[in-house]
């Protein structure tokens, strides 16, 4: 029995500091794993934060542009009919979206989902608004009929979503 509690004195002591170390090294190679990840994600936000705010620039300007006042600016209505130019108006909104549908990687869901819901409601919009003129009429009827009822409307959805992405940007950044 005696040689047993001499062997405990030897080896108790030897596997507490085994258990301490063990601990003490877990603890400081967990420590150091964060450290690393977080410097490796200071760096990766340090490249990727322009552009992330390049995308959000894009898809703001992709709002502006097909908020109708700008719409009807950039597309010309001089000559043609409603039919026509409806359709002018919505092609011109589908490729300013396609242009700009990479920018939804930098995006939040939420904010993307306002951007999509925008363009919709934009497109059903002139779409709604085209029913209520003659197909036959002149553009120029269709331009005055748009900016009559955007002026109307109290807000936008594409300001709603610009106002989104502003927000969000404070937040984030």
Same mark, same amino acid.
């Given at each position: 029995? $005696? ?7 030897? *080896? !108790?002591?030897?596997?507490? @500091?085994? %258990? ?10 967990? /420590?150091?794993?964060?450290? &690393?990840?977080?410097? @490796? ?6 490249? *990727?934060?322009? %552009? ?8 703001? @300007? ?7 006042? &700008?719409?009807?600016?950039? %597309? ?19 490729? $300013?979206? $396609? ?17 999509? /819901? ?8 002139? /779409? /709604? ?7 036959? *009429? ?5 331009? &005055? ?17 610009? &106002?989104? !992405? ?8």
């Amino acid at each position: 029995m $005696e040689v047993f509690i001499e062997i405990l004195k030897y *080896a !108790l002591p030897s596997i507490f @500091l085994l %258990v301490l170390t063990y601990m003490m090294l877990s603890n400081f190679m967990d /420590n150091e794993e964060k450290r &690393r990840m977080y410097f @490796l994600k200071k760096e990766t936000q340090k490249s *990727a934060l322009p %552009v992330r705010m390049s995308a959000y620039e894009r898809v703001a @300007l992709f709002l502006e542009r097909i908020h109708p006042d &700008r719409l009807l600016i950039r %597309v010309p209505s001089k000559g043609i009919k409603v039919h026509h130019y409806r359709t002018l108006l919505v092609e011109n909104i589908r490729m $300013e979206f $396609e242009h700009n549908l990479s920018q939804q990687i930098y995006l939040s869901d939420e904010a993307w989902g306002l951007v999509v /819901n925008a363009k919709s409601a934009t497109v059903g919009m002139i /779409n /709604n608004w085209a029913q209520e003129v003659d197909p036959n *009429a002149p553009a120029a009827d269709f331009s &005055r009929l748009i900016l009559e009822k955007v002026m109307e409307m109290d807000s936008f959805p594409t300001k709603k979503a610009v &106002r989104y !992405l502003k927000g969000e940007i404070r937040s984030n950044f």
